[in-house]
């Protein structure tokens, strides 16, 4: 097979799988979970032959007119994307077989889950702003039964929220797409921006400012930046496989993702530095990752403190892009793959706590660390790493963000940096009281709360394991992966 | 190599000791005595020629760490006091053997961090093992899992966080503004151009994130708190070493990036100074043995600071001999206080043990008869922090004492003001001898007030087995050692790497003098003070028949008419006398509830309240005006019950975090760092 044609097999395989699935007469639990794993791991399979190859090359599915076309392609970017969201899909699937059981909803669960699969796999590999477009829109409605999966008013009306939250930034995020698209004749990704040579003459500076800030917030509805981020929060009605894999990372991520295509492969970061547009965005992040950490604070509901965490994370990485520079970059992409492996270990324990104990609140965790140890362990690793502690994965993009934000000078950049530091104290609160009320109750035995704790399956310890011990790797052998990191955020691959 | 070996050990062996102990606790703990052994003999190999190991890859900005002559001396006495600890705590857990193992796991972890630290040769490697220590030592604070461990465990980890994060900052700035970590890179660039505003902050930073761990004022709270607390030979670490390992942070900062900066100078001796003073008060007032010497290691911590910012002003005027001498009387005071404390805190394992009981009026007369080593060890180590010529402390102190001297010759502007500084400390070793003096009389020469109480004291067959004995009397020798100029000239010289100490004369009757003051301040604090108001007598039964002021407020008469009754009560001082010091006690409580509760809490929970009520109020806007949510079916709300909801739910989930004190202190802390981030952008 010919390389460009294997570039879309990742992206058609989870999607003819899960209309198979969808469309089949009733199977039993253990077919269908045997058929889903099979079929995310060959595709992960796939993906990383992919990327080890070393083949770099471009493939067009139809063009729709003269400039707009669905095609694909391998960059930097995208195969540090794809390579990350390949490595959680079969463990997060592994953990959600035993979080979600037997019931007569999973076929179709399972089938919607594994479809983003595949649509988050497009939205990587896209070649231009209109397929990424599609994608994007494709992902939201993917995931819309995902969140509802409860069909109780909670969650219904949290796939409405979602809904009408992402489908409107989308709709926002079309007006710059097609601009960029008519203007650069394809709006072919390309580093430094689409318009190196010269400026279009008609395309005044407000008219750029405008656009850049229509797609820096539509898109940045995934990625949930402040007026925009309530639906966050309330997507955590869904099951926590669902929240952990795809509204910590994959749904997320998207948004930061397309961000950064937008500002460093299609507008420019020399472009837009020192611009009215630069500074807008720049506060709003900054902004978003106070706010997100106050909010979580306050918050009692375990899931939703975690969420208004990502909240407060992602704007760390909009914060990074926004910096305009080829270190504000490297940090803001650091930040995205090592938050992933972070969040997606706090989520899946917390996920195992609700699934054990049968209780969602903070106050409901006195005392439970000494049922479940390993299971707060695990969760203790990550919050020091989500607060920065050296040692731990966190650090390294923290100290990439800072040093960005020190270099970058100037008052935004400045106070960006201590925000970030402000936001490591309150994450400090929000995440390690949790594992303090769990090993060492504040209160009295009477609140103890681990009484009726059930043994956790092997097989949801098993992806916390993994991502622990991930995060403890790349925590010390940050050389591991950082010059990669570093190339891309300097457009060397 | 050696180096690496002696950073691997612990850590490789720590969670081996933790899986031995799971069955028998007491096994974990013999085998964390063998890994401390073998780790102090290891360190003993240090002092054969240049060791230096570098990892570059290992971080962002890679690893590197060597051995000279203050780092292998720190070395040897790390291992050297977690020989010792570990040696006593076979005695000490042989009836509390619950959770022994996790004891060990941290400890040992600790031990290598520790030892990270202090061969550390850039800002990076100090920084991880700074924060490995951190969170290893907090499961000591809360090792006993009472609810006041647990409080105490809750400050003492929130401040370490707070500590890492200013740290974290101050090196991002350090390295934005020079481009390296090394210690010696950053002499040199920093040598040749001056270091500017941001250097400076950089240098404020690392400043308060080292001093929070060394228990500086003002984020020396956790210190009083979390040592009375933890088990006594972890409380003897935590107060001989690990706040050395703040020191270790500071001293290198003024050694490298600022050398010879007099304002990071400055900074550095106001806050030393207070610190020492506030600490001899704390220490002065407190009615329990531990909390005693808690407060007086925080003011020894002054001492030190004193010393190191006084090397610094010295050196910024080109005085490099005095300089060299001051930084020389530094580091051997901190090689003291560490042994001291060591002696000290043992001791008070050994009344822990035996007692559990930590009240000065409960272990009243606990030495009086029958412990002949236990009394020798404790007299000497508080001569020796006493400052008594003969005994260590007294070298050490006259060396920093003359480093004020000669910087107040030296700053002719400001020479009025470093001699208030001279008499603070000099006072300040006054009542360090007052305090010791009050403990040792106490414990070992009055008798208790009840009879049988006492008899039960002076009939205890045994109170520690020999192991435990060797361990306290041990490094009372080496304070004994020490005390001779010849032993701290030698070690002094070879800690600071300069023969300045060399003419050193300390039995001149000039470098007398100042010692002598000290002390005759600190008898007449005891006479007048401890003994005059800190006592209460009970009037039913006669000689030794009166109880200590159990802290502060008990001190303090509660009202005038109190302190009408008292003024006549007390014959011997005069009027004046008794103002002045009413004065001082209350300004002295005023110090010590600003530091603590009062007015850290209002501004917190002010700012507290603000930054959290913003964003509700925000909602509650939107809500009542833009955003209108759709009513649940059923259900009918009118827009004034759905803000008063919206209120009591916030005020309800913030009810626990508003009652808890570490969570006060975060936020001023965050209220600390917004100030500074708009500092550094001024600057």
């Known amino acids: 097979m010919s390389f460009p044609f294997l570039l879309i097999i990742p992206i058609i395989l989870p999607l003819v799988g899960a209309t198979a699935l969808l469309i089949r007469s009733p199977l039993p639990q253990k077919?269908?979970?045997?058929?889903?794993?099979?079929?995310?791991?060959?595709?992960?399979?796939?993906?990383?032959?992919?990327?080890?190859?070393?083949?770099?090359?471009?493939?067009?599915?139809?063009?729709?007119?003269?400039?707009?076309?669905?095609?694909?392609?391998?960059?930097?970017?995208?195969?540090?994307?794809?390579?990350?969201?390949?490595?959680?899909?079969?463990?997060?699937?592994?953990?959600?077989?035993?979080?979600?059981?037997?019931?007569?909803?999973?076929?179709?669960?399972?089938?919607?889950?594994l479809a983003s699969y595949g649509i988050t796999m497009g939205l990587a590999f896209s070649a231009n702003l209109i397929t990424l477009y599609l994608f994007f829109e494709m992902l939201t409605l993917s995931t819309i039964p995902l969140i509802s999966y409860y069909e109780d008013h909670e969650s219904l009306y949290a796939g409405r929220v979602y809904a009408a939250y992402l489908i409107g930034g989308a709709a926002l995020a079309f007006i710059p797409a097609t601009f960029l698209t008519f203007l650069s004749g394809g709006g072919d990704f390309l580093y430094g921006g689409l318009f190196q040579s010269e400026l279009p003459v008609f395309l005044s500076r407000e008219i750029i400012d405008l656009l850049y800030l229509f797609s820096f917030f539509g898109f940045g509805v995934k990625a949930a930046v402040f007026p925009l981020s309530?639906?966050?929060?309330?997507?955590?009605?869904?099951?926590?496989?669902?929240?952990?894999?795809?509204?910590?990372?994959?749904?997320?991520?998207?948004?930061?993702?397309?961000?950064?295509?937008?500002?460093?492969?299609?507008?420019?970061?020399?472009?837009?530095?020192?611009?009215?547009?630069?500074?807008?965005?720049?506060?709003?992040?900054?902004?978003?990752?106070?706010?997100?950490?106050?909010?979580?604070?306050?918050?009692?509901?375990?899931?939703?403190?975690?969420?208004?965490?990502?909240?407060?994370?992602?704007?760390?990485?909009?914060?990074?892009?926004?910096?305009?520079?080829?270190?504000?970059?490297?940090?803001?992409?650091?930040?995205?793959?090592?938050?992933?492996?972070?969040?997606?270990?706090?989520?899946?324990?917390?996920?195992?706590?609700?699934?054990?104990?049968?209780?969602?609140?903070?106050?409901?965790?006195?005392?439970?660390?000494?049922?479940?140890?390993?299971?707060?362990?695990?969760?203790?690793?990550?919050?020091?790493?989500?607060?920065?502690?050296?040692?731990?994965?966190?650090?390294?993009?923290?100290?990439?963000?800072?040093?960005?934000?020190?270099?970058?000078?100037?008052?935004?950049?400045?106070?960006?940096?201590?925000?970030?530091?402000?936001?490591?104290?309150?994450?400090?609160?929000?995440?390690?009281?949790?594992?303090?009320?769990?090993?060492?109750?504040?209160?009295?035995?009477?609140?103890?709360?681990?009484?009726?704790?059930?043994?956790?399956?092997?097989?949801?310890?098993?992806?916390?394991?993994?991502?622990?011990?991930?995060?403890?790797?790349?925590?010390?052998?940050?050389?591991?992966?950082?010059?990669?990191?570093?190339?891309?955020?300097?457009?060397?691959? | 190599?050696?180096?690496?070996?002696?950073?691997?050990?612990?850590?490789?062996?720590?969670?081996?000791?933790?899986?031995?102990?799971?069955?028998?606790?007491?096994?974990?703990?013999?085998?964390?005595?063998?890994?401390?052994?073998?780790?102090?003999?290891?360190?003993?190999?240090?002092?054969?020629?240049?060791?230096?190991?570098?990892?570059?890859?290992?971080?962002?900005?890679?690893?590197?760490?060597?051995?000279?002559?203050?780092?292998?001396?720190?070395?040897?006495?790390a291992s050297f006091m977690w020989l010792c600890t570990s040696l006593f705590s076979l005695e000490y857990f042989r009836h509390e053997e619950k959770g022994l193992n996790r004891y060990i796991l941290f400890v040992l972890i600790t031990l290598g961090a520790t030892e990270g630290v202090m061969l550390s040769s850039n800002y990076m490697a100090t920084f991880l093992f700074f924060e490995i220590l951190s969170f290893s030592s907090f499961t000591w604070v809360i090792h006993e899992e009472t609810p006041g461990a647990v409080r105490a465990g809750y400050t003492y980890l929130f401040i370490a966080i707070i500590g890492g994060l200013v740290l974290f900052m101050g090196l991002i700035l350090l390295v934005s503004d020079t481009g390296t970590l090394d210690y010696g890179e950053l002499h040199q660039i920093l040598q040749a151009s001056p270091p500017g505003g941001r250097t400076l902050a950089a240098g404020i930073c690392i400043l308060l994130g080292f001093g929070a761990k060394a228990g500086m004022f003002p984020l020396h709270i956790w210190l009083p708190e979390a040592h009375p607390v933890a088990p006594s030979p972890a409380s003897a670490l935590l107060s001989g070493i690990l706040t050395k390992v703040g020191i270790y942070g500071i001293l290198m900062t003024a050694l490298y990036p600022l050398a010879a900066c007099p304002v990071f100078g400055a900074v550095i001796a106001?806050?030393?100074?207070?610190?020492?003073?506030?600490?001899?008060?704390?220490?002065?007032?407190?009615?329990?043995?531990?909390?005693?010497?808690?407060?007086?290691?925080?003011?020894?911590?002054?001492f030190i600071l004193t010393g190191i910012s006084m090397y610094e002003l010295l050196l910024s005027r080109g005085e490099s001999e005095a300089a060299f001498m001051t930084l020389s009387g530094a580091m051997l005071h901190m090689l003291n206080h560490s042994i001291i404390k060591l002696v000290l805190f043992l001791a008070s394992g050994v009344v822990v043990m035996n007692l559990h009981r930590l009240n000065l009026n409960d272990i009243w007369g606990y030495g009086r008869k029958g412990k002949p080593l236990f009394k020798l060890s404790f007299a000497i180590a508080a001569l020796g922090i006493s400052g008594v010529p003969a005994f260590n402390g007294y070298l050490s102190k006259t060396l920093l004492h003359e480093g004020l001297v000669?910087?107040?010759?030296?700053w002719g502007n400001y020479s009025l003001i470093l001699k208030g500084a001279e008499w603070i400390f000099l006072i300040s070793g006054g009542i360090t001898f007052a305090y010791m003096l009050k403990l040792f009389i106490c414990i070992f020469v009055e008798r208790n007030s009840s009879q049988e109480r006492q008899a039960s004291f002076d009939s205890a067959p045994s109170y520690m087995n020999r192991i435990s004995g060797t361990v306290i009397g041990l490094p009372a020798l080496l304070v004994f050692i020490l005390g001779t100029p010849f032993a701290a000239k030698t070690i002094g010289a070879y800690m600071s790497g300069s023969p300045a100490i060399g003419e050193f004369s300390p039995f001149t009757w000039n470098n007398l003098k100042g010692g002598l003051i000290s002390l005759t301040i600190g008898g007449l604090i005891y006479l007048l003070i401890v003994r005059g108001l800190f006592m209460k007598g009970t009037q039913s039964t006669g000689k030794g028949g009166s109880v200590y002021c159990t802290g502060l407020s008990d001190a303090l008469p509660p009202s005038l008419s109190g302190l009408a009754r008292r003024f006549e009560g007390q014959k011997l001082l005069s009027y004046c006398g008794q103002f002045l010091f009413i004065i001082g006690v209350s300004l002295a409580k005023f110090l010590d509830r600003i530091t603590h509760l009062t007015f850290l809490l209002t501004i917190a929970s002010a700012f507290t309240k603000f930054i959290c009520i913003l964003p509700d109020a925000i909602i509650v806007l939107l809500r009542t005006?833009?955003?209108?949510?759709?009513?649940?079916?059923?259900?009918?709300?009118?827009?004034t019950d759905h803000m008063k909801a919206l209120l009591k739910d916030n005020t309800e989930a913030f009810r626990p975090v508003l009652m808890n004190f570490s969570f006060a202190l975060m936020m001023t802390c965050v209220g600390i760092l917004l100030i500074l981030g708009a500092l550094l952008i001024l600057l």
Request: hydrophobic share 50%; glycine share 8%.
């Open chain 2, 1 to 77: 190599m050696l180096i690496a070996l002696i950073l691997i050990i612990p850590f490789a062996s720590a969670p081996i000791c933790y899986a031995l102990g799971r069955k028998n606790p007491m096994s974990s703990c013999r085998a964390g005595v063998l890994v401390t052994a073998l780790e102090f003999v290891l360190t003993l190999f240090l002092f054969q020629g240049d060791h230096s190991l570098s990892l570059p890859s290992l971080f962002p900005g890679g690893l590197s760490l060597q051995t000279d002559g203050f780092r292998a001396v720190y070395a040897l006495v």
């Open chain 1, 31 to 113: 077919a269908i979970n045997r058929y889903v794993e099979v079929i995310a791991c060959i595709n992960s399979l796939v993906v990383w032959y992919l990327l080890l190859s070393g083949q770099r090359g471009s493939y067009t599915l139809f063009s729709l007119v003269q400039d707009f076309s669905i095609s694909f392609r391998i960059d930097g970017l995208s195969a540090l994307f794809s390579g990350m969201i390949s490595l959680m899909w079969p463990l997060a699937l592994l953990y959600a077989f035993s979080y979600m059981g037997e019931d007569r909803r999973n076929k179709r669960f399972f089938s919607f889950y």
């Open chain 1, 230 to 493: 309530a639906w966050l929060p309330r997507a955590s009605a869904a099951p926590t496989p669902v929240t952990a894999l795809l509204h910590a990372v994959a749904v997320v991520n998207s948004g930061v993702f397309a961000v950064m295509r937008l500002t460093y492969y299609s507008f420019g970061p020399d472009l837009l530095k020192g611009s009215t547009s630069q500074t807008t965005a720049l506060l709003f992040s900054i902004f978003t990752m106070v706010w997100a950490a106050v909010m979580a604070v306050k918050e009692r509901h375990f899931k939703r403190r975690l969420a208004y965490s990502t909240v407060s994370n992602l704007s760390y990485m909009l914060f990074g892009i926004s910096l305009m520079t080829e270190g504000g970059l490297l940090g803001g992409l650091s930040h995205l793959v090592f938050h992933g492996i972070i969040k997606m270990s706090l989520f899946l324990c917390a996920g195992i706590f609700m699934h054990c104990t049968g209780k969602e609140y903070i106050y409901e965790i006195n005392g439970v660390g000494r049922r479940l140890p390993l299971t707060f362990a695990v969760y203790t690793i990550g919050a020091l790493s989500l607060i920065g502690i050296p040692g731990f994965c966190g650090f390294v993009s923290k100290w990439a963000l800072l040093t960005a934000g020190a270099e970058a000078g100037g008052t935004l950049p400045v106070l960006g940096a201590a925000a970030l530091i402000l936001t490591a104290f309150l994450c400090a609160i929000y995440t390690l009281t949790v594992s303090l009320r769990a090993f060492f109750p504040p209160l009295d035995k009477d609140h103890f709360c681990g009484q009726e704790v059930e043994k956790p399956q092997k097989a949801m310890l098993i992806p916390i394991l993994v991502f622990a011990a991930l995060n403890i790797f790349l925590g010390l052998f940050p050389r591991t992966i950082m010059p990669y990191l570093t190339d891309i955020a300097h457009g060397a691959l």
């Open chain 2, 406 to 410: 000669e910087a107040a010759e030296v």
């Open chain 2, 625 to 639: 005006t833009a955003v209108r949510e759709r009513p649940v079916m059923g259900e009918k709300r009118n827009r």
């Open chain 2, 270 to 302: 106001v806050l030393g100074v207070i610190t020492m003073a506030l600490g001899a008060l704390l220490a002065l007032f407190s009615c329990n043995l531990k909390r005693t010497l808690a407060c007086s290691s925080m003011s020894q911590i002054g």
